[in-house]
């Protein structure tokens, strides 16, 4: 009723669609899906569809052979039904691409709806939310594990191996500050600033503290700079942030 069934093997895999649109971090968190698949099939393009204010930053890390930015009215809580109607249409637009695989991690129904509306031969996701019938192969969420090991377990079932970083990969800086991004779009997921000073302090005492400015983090620099922390400010687009935080020890955001 929902959906046609195909044969696809390795060979006859030329596109394949990847949903993370709802934050820049879940983005990041999908990095060894994305190696993952281009390793299971080299000649695949992989089309990353992520939110609108990472497109420029996961273009030019080459997340993928074709990034496109999209807003969708349920990432932003915004019920317009013109909006509704317009993310249908713009899912609809894969269907003259002949999309093979479409994958989504989120679990979430209106996903599930999104890409229902693209056609893929195949499509692969979680149905956290209900809503298996969008999908050639549903499958049933893991609990208890990471985003990432999440993400990678529903790969899987494509026979995609699960590369994790090893630890001979990560690189620790002696150099540079400690950086500390408090801003986020969801104030009741962000970490309260009494506890952000309350690290600033206990860091500072060896290390240099960098702050990454956000329309957010405005008060929190001003707290810092009230007790007289040596804080840098950072204060640029993705791409700019991204080069700059390549010079630093470590990351610690919401």
């Known amino acids: 009723l929902y959906r046609k069934s195909y044969s696809l ?4 895999i030329n596109s394949i669609l990847i949903c993370q649109y709802h934050r820049i971090g879940d983005v990041f968190l999908i990095a060894p899906v994305l190696r993952s698949l281009k390793k299971r099939y080299p000649q695949a393009h992989i089309i990353l569809l992520c939110c ?8 030019d890390l080459k997340f993928a052979d074709e990034v496109i930015g999209v807003e969708v009215p349920w990432t932003n809580w915004d019920w317009s039904l013109i909006k509704w109607i317009k993310a249908r249409s713009f899912a609809r ?30 499509s ?8 298996s019938f969008f999908y050639t192969h ?5 609990t208890g594990v990471h985003q990432t090991e999440r993400s990678l377990q529903l790969i899987s079932h494509l026979g995609c191996d699960s590369i994790m970083l090893d630890e001979k ?6 150099q540079g500050a400690i950086v500390f991004h408090a801003g986020g779009n969801d104030s009741r997921r962000a970490w309260p600033e009494n506890k952000w000073i309350k690290l600033a302090e206990i860091l500072s ?14 008060t929190l620099i001003e707290g810092m700079k009230e007790r007289e922390f040596k804080v840098e400010i950072f204060d640029g687009d993705l791409v700019k942030f991204k080069n700059w935080l390549r010079n630093q020890k470590m990351l610690i955001g919401n």
Do not use: C
């Not at 549903?138 to 893991?142: K, M, N, R, Y």
């Open 93 to 122: 637009h894969f269907r003259k691409r002949d999309i093979d695989i479409a994958i989504d991690f989120k679990g979430d129904l209106r996903n599930s709806w999104f890409l229902w509306h693209v056609r893929s031969k195949m």
């Open 138 to 142: 549903p499958q049933l969420s893991p």
């Open 52 to 59: 609108q204010g990472a497109e420029k930053l996961f273009r």
């Open 169 to 174: 990969e990560f690189n620790f800086k002696n």
């Open 9 to 12: 093997n390795d060979e006859n």
């Open 205 to 218: 005492k060896n290390h240099q503290i960098a702050i990454v400015k956000t329309p957010e983090t405005a």
């Open 124 to 131: 692969l996701g979680y149905t956290d939310t209900g809503g």
